[in-house]
């Protein structure tokens, strides 16, 4: 029998996991000479209680949707994707060949251009270490680290030798045509009155990456490849006596996790930036990891921890702005995450579990 | 021999959560013997034992080496004592030599060659005395079974051992391998060695040892004189009642060939050749069995007949071949093509333990029709329908939605059973039925393996259980080193002919390689 | 090309060869013990600062040293504990100590010196010289060998003699030893190990710290040797070069050497050179810097022989029989 409910194991050990990330964050910024709940309540301001501020925060919460999303479809075929950061890399070269070659009418269009030119991208990118995992068993969290930073150096070379305009110095694609721009928060929600999301990135793609999660839940609990990609993850000896490739598998939930990563690229890349720059991804993909964690590798779990870290995001940048505590508050607090819910998480599942024994015991 | 015993148990107990797998159990071993420890699977043998290694701290209870109460919180401790232990999944460093591996955790100092030249001059000594050869400076990987094991024992001389706990040590061995390792331990207990020996199989204490322990459900149910006591009544105290050994059932009417097997043959990643040429047909109606000692391609066999193992040579279906090699080798195939499956192993092929039981109902199926449409399951359905099968198969709990690791190893047994047998399938591919099942459901497995013979199915049985091949097969067929080494009707042979052919021997002669 | 600058390009090889070895070497212990750890990066991060911070306040290079050694030795702790004690995902405990290394150096340094996560700069006291070896000057004019010896083998930090010198040292240590014996042998059966009753928690506990400490010399030597100070993010991912150099190295210390200078003279030939013109076509300095990266790729799909990892590595022991 199970040693507690399966509730406690979703909701509570990831929650006490939180919990001591944010002691810890809260010492951390005793130690360094500030007030934790001065901290607290200035992250609160800058991020939430404003519609700009809002605006910033689901800006961020996007990228880490895809990202965490990406980092969790692996997590299902019990792969660990370390490469979201440079499928994302990728993606956004996707992103702005597709925005700079191609003469799009409207911008719906040029979205859903994008899109697919993102995800393929993306894929393309998770593409080779998957086939090397499903092939020559080299293990795929090495290679998605290299291929971090093989991307990066592609990147760069694109930037630098290819892509930049003439003249230019820095190493930067030209900006996008007009017809590519995407509609923000600010244009779809204000009226004439009432500007609300003032100047803030948050746009259109927030929806994409609301619908993706809909498609991963569908995709992991409701198809039958899901079926068979959590079969897989859960035991290879049984997928190969089910009929079910390894090779196949481990491939199509690598494409997939590559192309949402990828897909991050259109909101930072089409969405803010409206061109693209070297740092487009700015550890976007490392944060996935800490979503998916978090998240428990659910779509809900993951959008709930992306919506968590884009608060934590804007709400750490405030604190940059109008305290002594740098943006860097923010990786510790990442870094304590990660720990605490991945790597950890047996120091906490442990006590609870004989919490929970022992209450059993005594109601039995 | 004197009066005190080498290993006295004074009431141990061991409960894991609210499973009491060791439950008030003493007993004396006599130095200079070889003691027995007989019992089922889960009778609590194993969890005894590593107690008796610092495994696991016993809950209650006293240990006494020759005489002196001893504490062992750990191996090292056991190491102490003079207690070695070989266990049944040998615990060698496959990359190290022999001699690294006899000298690992019993180094002399600090420095690795003075003790290798000194282990060097003990094994030979060893080797000598015990018949215990082996290449001192070989690789573990390079080793075979028996060797290795071998190895086990002089890890355990070289610490200068003087209880040696052996379990299940036969499981992995050929009869002539087990044959030697017998004389080893004679040899040993010449020498005034105790010896622990723990199996399930009645022939081997019969064999070898001076005196037996009978264990069930965690108890120790008997302790008697070896030379007292006799298989059946040994029997009747490890299940606690007469062993059914008699399914009932009505003579075969085989019909016309189902599954048609020529010339099939198969080479492992290791260049070895597992599968060296087998032919075998099954017909309609019909049980055939498969007979031997574990490892000698029975796995393999069922492997490639289930589609997840290559091969070469020609497998027909009701006339029409099927694809060795090719696309069409997988295990979905294989369904399609009316061939189901109750693997070996339960925990790591036939079930996805996380998985609810209804997810495990349609595992395998689960592209089929039956299971959605398009790209989507249809998980309300699946789950009425798995509802509908664990209650024809009385699987208990009857809760589809708990998941298959919450489930006792029978009522697994009989999730993969109503998955594979409601499939109505042409051919039944069925391994180990039985394995960690318990009596109850053995009975209910068997008959309803016996009821699809009697709807016209063709069932190829394979089990290391030579009662279990008796009882359910209409004819019988003895594998070894990948061949099969011959084919018998059960009533017409015995345990002791079947016995010399899972050994490699026909008409008496062993065959040359082995 | 000159021999000088032959001579430049082979001297700052060795330069930057140094932090790869330790690293690789530290990432040698701890996954011969079967514990996999991609936190290198973040480990030689910590104690470039600290080594750094404390010879900025010391003015004495030693001292920075040992704080780099026992703040990396720190984040060895964390990473024993959560995948040694609490049987945790190793691989995500590598992550983890990755960001927080990142986040606290920067964190700190802003709070300590108030120059945008940097230090000050070290003075001469603070920070390892150059050691001239014996006849460097009496041989410097020799033709050839003079110059060889006097600038490429003399003239280095003594932390780049340590960082070669462990290259036997962790060869004997392995092959020829008892300690060497158990920690292989718990990379590759720590259940063998057990039996025999050796602790496979300390074991393996040992060989994270030894890890640490070769990370927290790596570390010291960035910010103390091969440059004067502290800056954010300085390691720029040497932790990961030596994680794919020991890869490359397929876990052995004399091929550890070899990769690590390997992989030092891409990053020398790549600083040295922008992009080099080989008359048809020019490449670019960005495949320089992924021709590590790319080679272990092509190393670990076994295309130029297989790189097999220690066979328990990654996985928590769990006692089983």
């Known amino acids: 029998m199970d040693k507690m409910p399966a509730w406690a194991d979703a909701v509570l050990v990831p929650l006490i996991s939180i919990l001591l990330a944010a002691i810890l964050s809260a010492l951390v910024i005793l130690a360094i000479g500030e007030s934790p709940t001065e901290a607290l309540w200035l992250m609160i301001d800058g991020a939430l209680m404003r519609s700009s501020g809002w605006g ?3 800006y961020y919460a996007t990228n880490f949707i895809f990202t965490g999303l990406a980092v969790s479809v692996a997590f299902h075929a019990r792969m660990f994707n370390i490469g979201g950061e440079g499928q994302a890399m990728i993606g956004g070269l996707g992103v702005a060949l597709a925005c700079l070659f191609i003469p799009w009418p409207h911008w719906s269009l040029a979205l859903l251009g994008a899109t697919g030119a993102a995800a393929l991208f993306g894929a393309a990118w998770a593409w080779l270490p998957a086939y090397l995992q499903a092939k020559r068993g080299s293990h795929i ?17 694109m930037l630098v030798n290819v892509l930049r305009p003439k003249g230019a110095m820095d190493p930067a694609t030209a900006k996008f045509p007009e017809a590519t721009h995407l509609p923000t928060f600010q244009d779809m929600f204000s009226t004439a009155e009432n500007v609300i999301f003032r100047g803030s990135p948050a746009n259109i793609t927030f929806f994409i990456a609301l619908l993706a999660c809909v498609a991963v839940w569908v995709l992991i609990w409701r198809t039958r490849l899901g079926y068979e990609i959590r079969a897989f993850g859960h035991s290879e000896t049984g997928a190969l006596y089910a009929g079910i490739s390894p090779v196949k598998i481990t491939v199509v939930a690598m494409l997939i996790s590559g192309g949402l990563a990828g897909l991050m690229a259109l909101n930072t890349t089409m969405g803010e930036a409206e061109r693209l720059v070297l740092n487009a991804t700015e550890g976007a993909g490392f944060i996935g990891i800490a979503v998916a964690l978090m998240g428990r590798s659910h779509p809900v779990g993951v959008l709930l921890a992306a919506l968590l870290f884009g608060f934590l995001y804007q709400g750490g940048a405030e604190l940059a702005l109008w305290t002594n505590i740098p943006r860097e508050l923010i990786t510790v607090i990442q870094a304590l995450v990660i720990l605490f819910t ?23 | 021999m004197t009066d005190t015993p080498a290993i006295e148990l004074k009431g141990i107990s061991k409960a894991f959560g609210p499973v009491q797998a060791n439950k ?33 701290k ?17 191996s090292q401790a056991a190491i102490s004592a ?3 232990m070989v266990f049944q999944h040998f615990k060698l460093v496959q990359n190290f030599s022999v001699l690294e591996n006899v000298i690992l955790g019993a180094e002399d100092g600090g420095l690795l060659q003075p003790s290798l030249s000194k282990a060097r001059g003990v094994l030979k000594h060893l080797a000598e005395e015990y018949e215990l050869q082996v290449d001192p400076e070989a690789l573990i990987e390079e080793l075979s079974v028996g060797h290795q094991q071998r190895v086990e024992i002089l890890k355990a001389l070289y610490r200068e051992a003087d209880i040696l706990i052996l379990d299940e040590p036969t499981g992995v061995l050929t009869p002539a391998e087990a044959d030697h390792l017998f004389r080893i331990l004679e040899g040993l207990r010449e020498q005034g060695k105790t010896i622990i020996l723990i199996t399930h199989k009645l022939r081997e204490i019969m064999e070898i ?9 965690g108890q120790m149910t008997a302790t008697v004189k070896t030379a007292e006591t006799n298989p059946e009544q040994l029997a009747e105290l490890m299940v606690g009642r007469k062993v059914l050994l008699q399914v009932d059932k009505v003579p075969a009417t085989p019909g016309k060939p189902i599954l048609e097997i020529e010339n099939l043959r198969h080479v492992d990643d290791q260049g070895v050749e597992r599968l060296k040429g087998i032919s075998l047909d099954i017909r309609a109606g019909e049980i055939v069995g498969i007979a031997g000692v574990s490892g000698n391609g029975q796995t393999e066999l069922l492997q490639v007949l289930g589609g997840y193992c290559h091969a070469t040579g020609d497998i027909r279906v009701n006339g029409t071949p099927i694809d060795l090699t090719g696309k069409e080798s997988d295990g979905r195939s294989r369904r399609a093509r009316g061939i189901a499956h109750v693997p070996e192993d339960r925990h790591h092929e036939g079930l996805i333990l996380p998985y609810t039981a209804w997810e495990n109902t349609v595992f395998g199926y689960h592209r089929d029709a039956q299971s959605g449409s398009g790209f989507l399951m249809d998980n309300a359905a699946i789950k009425a329908e798995a509802a509908a099968k664990m209650e024809r198969f009385d699987v208990r709990p009857p809760n589809p939605n708990l998941a298959a690791k919450n489930f006792s190893g029978g009522n697994q047994q009989k999730i993969v059973l109503a998955r594979e047998i409601e499939q109505n399938p042409d051919v039944l591919l069925i391994g180990q039925p039985t394995r960690g099942v318990d009596i109850g459901a053995i009975e209910f497995i068997h008959q309803q393996i016996v009821a699809l013979r009697d709807a016209g199915k063709a069932i190829l049985l394979v089990s290391v259980e030579l009662d279990e091949i008796f009882s359910l097969s209409d004819r019988i067929a003895v594998m070894f080193d990948g061949q099969i080494m011959g084919e018998r009707l059960p009533s017409e042979t015995d345990q002791t002919e079947l016995g010399l052919l899972m050994a490699g021997m026909t008409n008496g002669q062993e065959k040359a390689h082995g | 090309m000159d021999l000088a600058t032959i001579l430049q390009v082979l001297d700052s090889t060795i330069r930057l060869s140094t932090p790869l070895l330790l690293a690789c070497l530290a990432g040698l212990f701890s996954e011969r013990a079967g514990v996999f750890d991609i936190g290198l990066e973040g480990k030689m991060l910590f104690a470039a600062f600290f080594s750094a911070a404390v010879a900025a306040f010391t003015g004495n290079a030693w001292l920075g040293l040992v704080a780099g050694i026992g703040a990396s030795l720190a984040l060895s702790a964390i990473h024993g504990l959560a995948s040694i004690t609490f049987r945790g995902n190793q691989l995500i405990s590598g992550v983890a100590l990755n960001f927080l290394a990142s986040g606290l150096t920067v964190l700190i340094a802003q709070t300590w010196f108030k120059q945008g996560g940097k230090t000050p700069t070290l003075e001469d006291g603070a920070r390892f010289g150059e050691i001239t070896l014996p006849f460097a000057e009496t041989l410097s004019g020799v033709p050839v060998i ?4 006097a600038e490429l083998i003399s003239g280095h930090a003594i932390l780049v003699y340590v960082a070669l010198a462990c290259v036997p040292l962790t060869w004997w240590v392995l092959y020829r030893t008892r300690f060497g014996l158990r920690l292989r042998a718990v990379g590759e059966a720590p259940d063998a190990v057990d039996t025999a009753g050796v602790s496979v928690v300390r074991l393996r506990f040992t060989a994270v710290a030894i890890c640490g400490i070769l990370c927290g010399i790596a570390g010291a030597y960035l910010a103390t040797s091969l440059q004067p100070f502290f800056s954010k993010e300085m390691t720029a991912g040497r932790g990961f070069i030596a994680l794919a150099a020991l890869i490359f190295a397929k876990w052995r210390p004399w091929y550890a050497l070899m990769t690590c200078l390997l992989f030092g003279l891409l990053q020398a030939v790549a600083l040295r050179f922008q992009n080099i013109d080989l008359g048809a076509f020019t490449v670019p300095v960005q495949v320089m810097d992924a021709l590590p990266y790319i080679l272990t790729v092509v190393i670990l799909a076994g295309f130029v022989g297989k790189a097999i990892p220690p066979r328990a590595g990654g996985e928590p022991y769990v006692k089983e029989r």
Do not use: C, Q
């Open chain 1, 56 to 58: 910033y925060t689901l």
């Open chain 1, 141 to 157: 969290v090495i290679t998605t680290i290299m291929f971090n930073f093989i991307a990066a150096a592609v990147l760069n070379y």
């Open chain 1, 342 to 364: 991945g790597a950890l998480d047996n120091m906490v599942r442990k006590p609870l579990e004989s919490i929970f024994l022992s209450l059993r015991s005594k109601g039995a």
């Open chain 2, 24 to 56: 008030d159990i003493s007993i004396r071993v006599m130095p200079g013997t070889i003691h027995g420890i007989i019992g089922e699977n889960g009778a609590g043998k194993s969890t005894l034992m590593s107690i008796l290694y610092g495994f696991y």
């Open chain 2, 58 to 74: 016993a809950d209650d209870g006293e240990i006494w080496i020759h005489g002196r109460k001893t504490e062992i919180p750990d």
């Open chain 2, 82 to 84: 003079g207690i070695g």
């Open chain 2, 209 to 217: 040892t001076d005196t037996v322990s009978v264990m069930r459900r």
């Open chain 3, 146 to 149: 003079g110059p060889i010896y």
